[in-house]
């Protein structure tokens, strides 16, 4: 019988030495790569990407090295460098980025010096693809800021121009309410106490007498139409005391309802132009319950939650918002635009629904933002 005499093939003392360096040079390389992303995610691009670059030319042998990019902000390109020729005449070039990069990579350096195999090259790509992808994601940052930074300074002018347009109308509504007490109230008052003391003068038993004191009736409820009115224009309370103080006020004096004002002293300290637009979305709401609703109870909530937004709750248990169609309701319902239109200059909202019992609920909430006016 004859035996296969053959022998395994076992690796020799040189080759198994070959094979851990190998092992060596290949963990070295990706311990190479992971210190680079470390740097690249612990400091700021350009911070880190010297230190990088440093790093290369020492792993590449280069005595010179260059990253070139476009700017983060601003328009002059960018450059970082590590060292310098040693040898202009000889050195060649030892690696440079792919043309398309938004980088450029370029290590200089003695074609004599230690050889570059395929690996090495590998990793110099792989690490520039790390510079790469930190300097896309720094110039989003930027560009996100700067964006940002864009929408912060639009929605500041935006309040600024709200607070404006808001004081200009008061302004107009203060002007048109010292017109009426200067002017038209103080002639119907005077017509008032004219009718008044011509009634006297004429005696009881005048065939005028009656006559004259329903003209007279009617000048008294003019007069005081009219100083409703000019309160409604410009409250006093509302510059003096603030919108919680300036509603309890309006809510004070209606007649023939139930009131029940649950007002937060916390709003009177709101920012002067959201205070004025709530009072005004209340004063609205108000008159239509007090024109439209037929209502026996009125409840008013004036609060601010814990999300930093000022809320306002107008509920009544009238006949509901099923009337406002109606054509008799057609002033109501351009109130009610109004009060849209003016929670919108506070990038608020407004809800009208029926109520769970009848009536009707009216909701308001905007955000409330810094103080903008100006004095």
Do not use: C
């Not at 690796?11 to 992971?34: D, K, S, T």
């Not at 139409?225 to 509302?238: F, T, V």
Request: avoid cysteine; aromatic fraction near 4%; proline fraction near 3%.
């Amino acid at each position: 019988m004859e035996h296969d005499t053959s022998t395994t093939h076992s690796p020799g003392v040189a080759e198994l030495r070959a094979l851990y360096r190998a092992a060596e040079a290949r963990a070295a390389r990706l311990r190479f790569i992971i210190e680079v992303q470390n740097l690249l995610n612990a400091a700021a691009f350009e911070t880190a990407a010297q230190e990088v670059l440093s790093r290369l030319a020492d792993f590449a042998g280069a005595s010179y090295a260059r990253l070139g990019f476009p700017p983060l902000q601003g328009t002059a390109p960018k450059q970082l460098t590590v060292g310098k020729s040693t040898n202009p005449g000889h050195d060649g070039i030892l690696f440079a980025s792919q043309a398309g990069s938004n980088l450029r990579l370029m290590l200089i350096g003695s074609p004599g010096g230690r050889a570059m195999d395929p690996d090495d090259r590998q990793t110099l790509e792989v690490v520039a693809g790390q510079l790469a992808d930190a300097y896309n994601l720094n110039r989003q940052a930027a560009e996100n800021q700067a964006l940002l930074g864009d929408l912060q300074r639009q929605r500041s002018e935006l309040a600024a121009l709200v607070a404006q347009l808001i004081q200009a109308q008061e302004q107009e509504r203060q002007r048109v309410a010292l017109d009426l007490h200067d002017g038209s109230a103080q002639l119907a008052a005077g017509l008032s106490y004219r009718l008044q003391d011509l009634a006297a003068r004429i005696g009881e038993a005048h065939v005028l007498k009656p006559e004259i004191d329903q003209l007279a009736a009617l000048a008294r409820h003019s007069v005081a139409d009219l100083r409703a009115a000019i309160a409604d224009l410009r409250p006093p309370e509302l510059d003096d005391l603030g919108v919680a103080a300036a509603l309890r006020t309006r809510l004070d004096a209606i007649d023939g309802l139930e009131v029940i004002a649950d007002l937060d002293a916390a709003s009177d300290r709101w920012p002067t132009s959201t205070g004025i637009i709530f009072y005004r979305v209340a004063q609205e709401a108000i008159t239509n319950v007090i024109k439209h609703a037929e209502a026996s109870r009125l409840v008013v909530r004036l609060f601010e939650d814990g999300k930093g937004e000022a809320h306002l709750e107008v509920i009544d248990d009238g006949k509901g918002i099923g009337e406002l169609h109606h054509p008799q309701m057609r002033g109501g319902q351009l109130g009610i635009v109004g009060m849209r239109e003016r929670l919108a200059l506070l990038g608020g909202r407004i809800e009208i629904e029926a109520g769970s019992s009848g009536g009707t609920h009216v909701r308001a909430a905007a955000p409330l933002a810094q103080e903008t006016t100006s004095e």
